[in-house]
Every structure is written in C-alpha cells, then in structure tokens.
C-alpha cells in the first residue's frame, strides 16, 4: 500500500505562481516512477508531469517551460513548482504513485487549482 496526500492547491491569478506537495508513504526511491494528473471539469484526466526513480523527467507540452517536477532528498515528497498560470490549467491535480507489483497505480484524493480573476 501505498498513501499519497497532496496539498497547496488554491486560487491564483493568470501569471501567477503556485507550489504543490504530495506526501507518500513510501519513498519514490522505492517505486517505478511518481507523476502529477489533472483532471478539468468535463475532460478527461491527462498527465502533466512525471519523474522516475532515476530522474527521468516527462512534462506535457502544454506546462513545458513553466511547470517544474522534483521531489525532495529522501523521496518521499514530490513537487509541482507551477509558474506562470492561466486559466487553462485550472483542475483537480492528482498525485500517482506507480509500483511494480499489482495494483501498480496508487492515487491521491487531489487538490484543486483555480487559475482566475
């Protein structure tokens, strides 16, 4: 099992900045690989970024060159530094935790990012 709780969502406006954290149970050091989704209301739920336990990192055309993916020394925390906002990027972000071993997906209950005037 494995437990994701991400935080640091809110409202911002277009141009701004917002940082998301999601704590994991067990170090992604210890996983294939942990990445961020966003599911916008009537879509369907796409990937915005992703690292491995190696350091392999994957972003979305769409936040490329202004979303940044990291997780902390121990690896049991993974960020979403996400600059320069608009209102396309408003969803509900989730956090994945991807394992070897069946049910291979984990997720977190998400946290919503409101990009707004």
């Known amino acids: 099992q494995v437990q994701l709780v991400e935080s640091g969502g809110g409202l911002v406006q277009p141009g701004g900045s917002l940082r998301l954290s999601c704590a994991a149970s067990?170090?992604?050091?210890?996983?294939?690989?942990m990445g961020w989704y966003r599911q916008a209301q009537g879509k369907e739920r796409e990937l915005v970024a992703s690292i491995t336990s190696t350091g392999t990192i994957t972003y979305a055309d769409s936040v490329k060159g202004r979303f940044t993916i990291s997780n902390s020394n121990a690896g049991y925390t993974l960020y979403l530094q996400m600059n320069s906002l608009k209102p396309e990027d408003t969803a509900v972000y989730y956090c994945n935790a991807n394992v070897l071993v069946s049910p291979y997906n984990y997720w977190g209950r998400g946290t919503q990012v409101t990009v707004s005037t």
């Open positions: 067990r170090s992604i050091f210890r996983m294939n690989f």
